[in-house]
């Protein structure tokens, strides 16, 4: 064992692991004939009544939640909302015995445990028996304020913290509804806001924050010059913190601008955010792409790359664009959908996601990266940010595993940067290589990451690794 400290992308019962093939890493149970995913469609679009109110929503307390723990009578809480699961017991792919372990409880954990990916909320819509009842949340003081001009409103928000370099915030303005999250840690704050009728802004957005003081200010302008009294009539969650994992992810409609190919199998798609949209995925962090494929919601997690690997890194505070490094595999349902969008199509894209800290980095001295395939690209914005940003680690060393040497993603921008840097080294290993490959070969092993990860005296070591399934838990089991 080399025990040295360790992260893993994604973190363990991710469903962003890239599972082998053939599986779906979870363990799945034999459904009862005409008891599919498609069947259960069918059977929640056929106007039954599937909450056993007759179409009322309630407010449902802890307690009443509680007595719904039957097999004939099953109610969950999944992040603040409740629904009659009974109806979907025979349908569900997981079988009833994992079903009813989330009973007549709150089971945002153990769902966010298999299930983080799942829309849920629109597969379940049916059964929808309303909210939980609130547990006396209480606005904050002094989190935020606003002024303005004749022309534009200033919203200032104070996190009375450092703000990483990479950003933590997302607004979202459209329809005069303004909503703001700063990730902060394991909290997000919420700014929720609906402007009134007579104060109308563009839906565009300038940001600027200073980052040593933790202070944000978002700047919109107004379509007619005026006094305004007040910023907005405040929404669900206003000037409040919540756990992230308890939220509801929220989406905005994106446009793909841009394709362009990595390798035979891979691209980098380039997505346009809306025009009152600024958000800023923390290095680490992912976003869910959420499609209506064959008249079904299908969604899937995804890590921002940057525009390249070689130049400046392209983190603008209004920055309008995403880039991601997909592979389209042959029997993929959302990534063969993904390579036949045309430029001009429209994807939904969450807010970030993600329980990658950095803040463990912050006193490493040496930097090793593990990928194996497109567990490359949580690496990308990584390296960038050692390399930029991060003055104490002196060294960057990166070995990334592929089969073929074609399907090594941004082979030549990263032997680009080893050249140009010194503090960056990268190594390559294939399982298949050709009879013209001069370098490494073979397999993840433990001598092989013992004369790779090798720690100086005095040094303060810190590794990464990202990739399939069994290559992230192999690895992760020879370092700790």
Known sequence: ML???????????????????????????????GHSLMDWIRFSKSGKDLTGLRGRRIEVTEE?????????????CIRGMVYNVTPYMDYHPGGEEELM????????????????????????????????????????KGMYDW?????????VIYTKRKIPSSGCTTVDLEARVLQVEVLLGKMSYIIHLCEQECHNTENVV???????VGKIQITMRKQAKGKWESLGQPLEFHNTFQRKKDRALFYRDCVLVAKTEVNHNTFVFKLQLPRGTVMHVP?????????????????????????????????????SDLYLMIKVYPDGVFTQHLNTLHIGDHLSVSSPEGTFSLHRLLDATNLYLLAAGTGFTPMVRL??????DMDGIRKTKLLFFNR?????????????????????????????????????????????????????QGSKCYVCTCGPTAFTELTTGYVL
């Open 283 to 319: 290095v680490g962090k992912h976003v869910y792409l959420k499609a209506l494929i064959q008249d079904t919601e299908v969604v899937r997690p995804y890590t921002p790359v940057d525009q390249n690997l070689t130049g400046p890194t392209q983190h603008s505070l209004q920055e």
């Open 206 to 212: 300038v940001f600027h924050t200073a980052n040593s």
């Open 404 to 456: 073929r040497e074609e399907d090594i993603l941004w082979h030549s921008e990263l032997d680009e940067l080893a050249a140009n840097d010194a503090r960056f080294q990268v190594e390559y290993i294939l399982s298949e290589p050709s009879e013209s490959w001069t370098g490494r070969n073979g397999r993840v092993t433990e001598s092989v990451l013992n004369e790779f990860l090798i720690r100086p």
């Open 3 to 33: 025990n040295i400290p360790t992260q893993s992308f994604p973190a363990p019962s991710s469903q962003q692991r890239i599972a082998p093939s053939g599986q779906s890493g979870r363990n799945k149970v034999a459904l009862k004939p």
């Open 64 to 76: 009443e939640l509680q007595k719904h723990n039957r097999r004939d009578d099953c109610w969950t």
């Open 101 to 140: 372990k989330a009973a007549g409880k709150d089971a945002t954990d153990l769902f966010d445990q298999v299930h983080r990916w799942v829309n849920y909320e629109s597969m379940l819509k049916e059964c929808l028996v309303g909210r939980m009842a609130a547990k006396g949340s209480t606005a904050l």
């Open 147 to 155: 002024f303005q001009t004749d022309v534009t409103v200033h919203l």
């Open 383 to 388: 390296i960038h940010l050692a390399l930029q």
